[in-house]
């Protein structure tokens, strides 16, 4: 069996596909703007669906998807996992709660009190304890990793042979480079808020933002052990230059290639085609 022209469909496409290719592989993308990075043409979405050209991939990223805009769309991604029965559910989200516009909320100057709350932080760099409201900032890991289980409670109850797999993202650059599109520009995600309570030294900037994303790996590393038919793809580290990346928190079309050939097709290989 070939597939015949895209095979990374919206839900009316996809539906059709699966009528006209009904023994081809399936896969949901389901997530943020890592799997949907309008205009780029080469977000992970994109990226995997060219390496496994014989699965039909249903098309589910949004471009700033957060924790509220994930529970809005469930209704409908539990519709979707009951119909299609997927072969692979691919999950993206947790950046825009860890590293995006919501860590406004848990930065902190070093003056103000510190209340490390109830996670299993272990060895916490000094930066991170003067800049992070740690008891806020566990709560908003908490409620990224409620959501991905609210993916994996809808596949339990549908389609328990699905696979779910998340990522780890990569650590980010806090350069002050934001979004941009022609003649549109938003801000900055990371350093602004940094630089806002007094953490200034880029250094430093680095220890705290891949501190974020290394406690974020180590809370989906819990659950995958904790879950069947569930796989990380832990990706960190990937990307080694700030040259790689677009702005703060998107990479350039070359490193999400990288990403997808060297960290999703191994994962993948076995499930899809």
Not at 209 to 224: K, P
């Amino acid at each position: 069996m070939k597939i015949i022209g895209q095979n990374n469909l919206t839900l009316s496409q996809f539906d059709k596909a699966v009528v006209k290719y009904p023994d081809a592989r399936r896969a949901l993308c389901f997530g943020d703007s890592w799997f949907q990075y309008v205009p780029h043409p080469t977000d992970l979405n994109k990226q995997i669906a060219k390496l496994f050209k014989q699965t039909l991939f249903l098309r589910e990223g949004v471009a700033g998807r957060d924790s509220a805009m994930w529970k809005a769309a469930l209704p409908r991604i539990q519709r979707e996992i009951g119909t299609y029965q997927f072969d692979a559910i691919l999950l993206s989200t947790g950046g825009n709660d860890i590293v995006g516009e919501e860590l406004k909320e848990f930065v902190k100057e070093s003056s103000f009190p510190q209340s490390p709350g109830d996670m299993p932080w272990g060895e916490i760099p000094g930066p991170v304890f003067d800049h992070i409201h740690l008891d806020t900032f566990g709560h908003a890991l908490r409620y990224a990793i409620r959501d991905i289980k609210s993916v994996v409670q809808c596949r339990d109850l549908y389609a328990r042979n699905s696979i779910v797999y998340v990522h780890t993202y990569d650590y980010i650059w806090p350069s002050g480079i934001g979004y941009k599109l022609g003649p549109f520009k938003m801000k900055p995600w990371v350093k602004p808020y940094l630089d806002g309570v007094g953490l200034t030294n880029p250094a430093q900037q680095r220890v705290v933002t891949n501190w974020l994303v290394d406690q974020f790996a180590r809370e989906l590393r819990a659950l995958v052990s904790q879950t069947a038919n569930m796989t990380l793809i832990d990706s960190r580290g990937a990307l080694k230059t700030q040259q790689q990346w677009e702005n703060e928190i998107h990479p350039k079309a070359a490193g999400f290639e990288s990403i997808a050939k060297k960290f999703w097709k191994p994962a993948l290989s076995t499930v899809l085609k």
